[in-house]
């Protein structure tokens, strides 16, 4: 079986092209493919399929642990990238070799359109992707908590008491403000976060450090697959925590340990938009 590694961010996935790979257990695969030291190694792995209805290609992504998340900020813009390269986007604009150009992906959590950027010689190395909506109501999210919008509320767990902001962009959130990411215990206190019985189908968790208004640090643990170097979904999550609790603004530069991500969020009724890197590490043939 052919496949690539790609990220964005630090934030790698595996991709198969299943136009012209048959993957059975895409879920028992995504543990074995995965795997950092009895596998190739990545966050996950992200099959690239037929659109069903309006896409160009689609997303299903799975984590370190098999489970299958709706949606991912890195991966969907790695992706777009596979599949540009590959001609495999057959809409109505295909994506042409000098340009610009817009891949729309159809994922679990709808549609997403990313627009591929080139650098001056001509090779795709960012990529700007509208999140959608974010859902701010609990039952949404979801999350067991009274009330309609959880925002700085009282998380207690491992004997530290967090205030918590909730946010789903197409996947949940919870993001939690410290004084500094670098040496918090994160790999202590996120599986406890990730799995506690407020979050039905768990949740990613990050906690931030705000720079100043137009600039944050964050570290995530993603549910399924652990302490990531970058998240998309959760960049775009703290964007909107940062405005509703009025912690940094609309646009903000996000930094994470494996780079940089932009995010804005224009107004309350608007898309977030993502941007950042892409970057192809290699191919190679999986034995099984």
């Known amino acids: 079986m052919r496949f690539a590694k790609l990220h964005g961010a630090g934030n790698d996935y595996i991709y198969v092209n299943g136009l012209e790979e048959k ?3 895409p879920a028992a695969l995504a543990v074995k493919i995965s795997d950092r030291h009895f596998g190739v190694g990545a966050d996950g792995l ?3 399929l037929p659109p069903r209805k ?3 290609v689609r997303m299903r992504m799975f984590n370190v642990d098999g489970s299958e998340s709706e949606m991912c900020g890195n991966g969907v813009r790695c992706l777009a990238k596979f599949a540009a390269e590959r001609g495999l986007v057959k809409g109505p604009v295909p994506c042409a070799p000098a340009a610009p150009c817009t891949v729309r992906v159809e994922t679990e959590a709808g549609l997403r359109e990313v627009r591929l950027l080139r ?13 959608g909506r974010p859902r701010l ?3 949404l999210i979801p999350v067991s908590l009274e009330g309609e919008r959880v925002v700085d509320v009282p998380l207690t767990v491992g004997g530290r008491t967090l205030w918590m902001t909730c946010v789903n962009m197409g996947n949940p959130h919870a993001v939690f403000y410290v004084d500094g990411v670098d040496g918090w215990p994160l790999e202590e206190v996120g599986p406890k976060i990730e799995r506690h019985p407020l979050f039905p189908e ?11 208004l137009g600039e944050v640090r964050m570290r995530t643990w993603e549910r399924g697959s652990g302490l990531t170097l970058a998240c998309g979904t959760g960049a775009s999550a703290v964007c909107v925590a940062g405005v509703l609790t ?11 340990p494996g780079g940089d991500l932009e995010v804005e969020w224009p107004d309350d009724a608007a898309p977030v938009t993502l941007t950042g890197p892409v970057d192809e590490v290699f191919t190679g043939e999986w034995p099984e």
């Open 46 to 48: 992200i099959l690239v």
């Open 54 to 56: 309006d896409g160009d």
């Open 137 to 139: 109501e609990a039952a």
């Open 119 to 131: 650098d001056a010689s001509g090779r795709i190395t960012r990529g700007s992707v509208g999140m």
């Open 23 to 25: 993957v059975l257990d």
């Open 246 to 256: 009025g912690r940094s603004a609309r646009r903000i530069l996000v930094h994470v």
């Open 202 to 212: 768990r949740v990613n968790v990050h906690i931030v450090q705000v720079v100043s």
